[in-house]
DNA sequence: CTACTTGTCTACCAACCGGTAGAGGTGCAT
DNA sequence: ATGCACCTCTACCGGTTGGTAGACAAGTAG
């Protein structure tokens, strides 16, 4: 029919699949779903891929790269040392306005399993050794509470990822008087928690 | 058959089914796989519960009520204003010891959508509002560092739940070196957040 | 003994699942 | 024009899904 061309397609097959996926979870969605989302018959997804493992690993690989590539940029502005982190953050952040289902997508990445997970960060690796790196220098030079830097990474990340993704939470816990908390005013929040993470105790 | 009787069977059908449900997710459950972790056919599901939507209903309440059981009684025992939110965290990580699907399950509600996180956390409205006014009072008293307590209050829950579902994460985060961090492990570096997360600024 | 309630079962259904087989259309190189 | 690689499609398969219909066993009350 209208052929779209090979590369064009199996990308919009990714992205379409990773809404999906951090949509609904993997296991709940049907290759005729995501094959509707594309606009194209479930068949056409088994010529690019040969079955639905395959899929999924192709939009683990290319959900990390696409947070690898915003981090990276992110960090390509010459920043202060106390800017970096929010930096990141607010990369991460940016990304999620655009594609709202990606924050989810990761969660359900961490769901599946460490397999699954390690395909996902195993472009991520450089950047996580480079990020306790910076940490435990911080530490050192005094600029940041001593404390382990893998698990302050990983406070991080929890603190992040949730912010972005248990949004059933946060308007149950804020409560119905206030207006549901925007994507901008979350940010807010977790780059002041973020702030009070790092900080020495005494300042 | 062995006719186990009305009210025990149904209580162990809901709590098969958290556990079903947390560990692959309520659309990637099938009743068949809920009943045999009871070890009865998918019909007498049925029996006890008109449809597989009314058997999550059933979890989320009962999920609800065992969390607020668990902190009730955690906080029976005279605690000190500062002890309170470890005692809470304790008794949230004693529940996931011996019953390690049932964060997963919390989880797995929010991402439902906020109809069945609503009933999960109706039961635990009460102990919402005591926690925020806790925190307001600790606040004024200046034991606390100012900040939203509603906000305050979902960081920590993100905390919480995050160290205790992100195992995946928290293995690649942590490295491959270092022994998978236990129970015992996160619940301390959750108690150090919580303590960072409410500190006043300075000493 | 009989009638009824409660609980568990077998048998079945239409819809949907992931995946196979293969026809056919389109554009490009020869 | 012809062959071929690339892409998308229809048709189908065996297995699983949530759910219905109803048989049957066991206790219980009269």
Excluded: W
């Excluded at 530490?139 to 603190?159: S, V």
């Excluded at 994507?183 to 973020?194: G, P």
Aim: aromatic share 8%; proline share 5%; charged share 25%.
């Amino acid at each position: 029919m209208s052929r779209t061309g090979g590369e064009k397609r199996r990308r919009s097959i990714v992205e379409e699949a990773i809404r999906c996926f951090g949509r609904d979870g993997y296991n709940a969605t049907s290759l005729d779903t995501v094959a509707k989302a594309v606009g194209v018959r479930k068949q056409t997804l088994l010529y690019y891929f040969p079955n639905k493992d395959a899929l999924l690993e192709a939009c683990l690989t290319a959900a990390g790269a696409t947070v690898g590539e915003a981090i990276t940029v992110a960090l390509e502005q010459k920043q202060t040392p106390e800017t970096k982190a929010e930096a990141v953050v607010h990369a991460v952040f940016e990304l999620a306005k655009e594609f709202p289902e990606f924050p989810m997508f990761v969660r359900e990445a961490s769901r599946l399993g460490p397999d699954a997970f390690d395909r996902f960060s195993k472009v991520l690796e450089p950047m996580r050794e480079r990020a306790v790196a910076f940490l435990e220098a911080g530490m050192d030079e005094g600029n940041i509470r001593k404390q382990d830097p893998a698990m302050l990474l990983f406070t991080l990340y929890t603190a992040v990822i949730g912010y972005l993704t248990e949004a059933s939470v946060l308007n149950a816990v804020v409560g119905p008087g206030k207006s549901r908390a925007s994507l901008r005013r979350r940010e807010k929040e977790v780059v002041s928690f973020v702030r009070a993470a790092l900080a020495p105790p005494a300042a």
